[in-house]
């Protein structure tokens, strides 16, 4: 199982930016996906959850109408689209496979992590 | 609200240490679904419990994760060198806030 994050960086805020988890070496349409984001010296903190069919979203109130999650299961891929940034936001941001179809929580695969940094 | 979790519990190699995690009725004490990870900075975080007391392949048995009511506990026997990373329990917390995190746990092996 692998997950492998990208398209991190600095941004300014109120701008946009979209990260992506690229998922290898199981049947990922099988498994409900999340993102949680790690601020600097800071815990974790669950950011999104998309089950895996994509028909159930759930999203962390502190990004609630600002963030949106997708999948593309045709190819193994997971989104997470950050708009309307604020500096809170800074963080690692980690994909995560669930153990389950649907999403329980339980964040058996994580990937290395994507660095987002809101500065102006 | 987050779950609480002591900030640093320490113990000597062999011993056995149990970080807690408190929650609520409306988060932990309701749900089986209590998970707990390690996380060795920077590193991503790894899974050591789930459902509150099923450990995945591959995670050593001297990890165990217990629940009380509003709180779950994990324990780690017979500690190691090894063992020295920050711990974190996360809990399902209804339709409203979904999944909740601890503060973390950092465990010093003496």
């Known amino acids: 199982v692998q997950l492998v994050e990208s398209g991190g960086g600095v941004v300014q805020p109120g701008r946009s930016l979209r990260l992506s988890c690229a998922a290898s070496?199981?049947?990922?349409?099988?498994?409900?996906m999340h993102w949680v984001r790690q601020a600097p010296g800071k815990g974790l903190e669950w950011v999104a959850m998309?089950?895996?069919?994509?028909?159930?979203?759930s999203f962390a109130d502190s990004v609630k109408g600002r963030f949106t999650i997708a999948r593309d299961n045709s190819k193994n891929t997971l989104h997470l689209q950050l708009n309307r940034l604020r500096t809170d936001d800074t963080a690692v941001y980690y994909c995560?496979?669930?153990?389950?179809?649907?999403?329980?929580?339980?964040?058996?695969?994580w990937g290395q992590g994507t660095p987002v940094t809101v500065s102006s | 609200s987050a779950l609480t979790q002591p900030a640093s519990v320490s113990g000597s190699p062999g011993q056995s240490i149990t970080i807690s995690c408190t929650g609520t009725?409306?988060?932990?004490?309701?749900?089986?679904?209590v998970s707990w990870y390690q996380q060795h900075p920077p590193k991503a975080p790894k899974l050591i419990i789930y459902?509150?007391?099923k450990r995945p392949s591959g995670v050593s048995n001297r990890f165990s994760g217990s629940k009380s009511g509003n709180t779950a506990s994990l324990t780690i026997s017979g500690l190691q060198a090894e063992d020295e990373a920050d711990y974190y329990c996360?809990?399902?917390?209804?339709?409203?806030?979904?999944?909740?995190f601890g503060g973390g746990t950092k465990l010093t092996v003496l």
């Open positions: 995560a496979r669930d153990v389950y179809y649907y999403g329980s929580g339980n964040l058996h695969y």
């Open positions: 070496g199981f049947t990922f349409s099988d498994f409900a």
């Open positions: 998309i089950s895996y069919d994509g028909s159930s979203k």
């Open positions: 009725s409306s988060d932990l004490g309701s749900y089986n679904l």
């Open positions: 459902e509150g007391i």
């Open positions: 996360c809990s399902y917390a209804g339709s409203n806030d979904y999944w909740v």
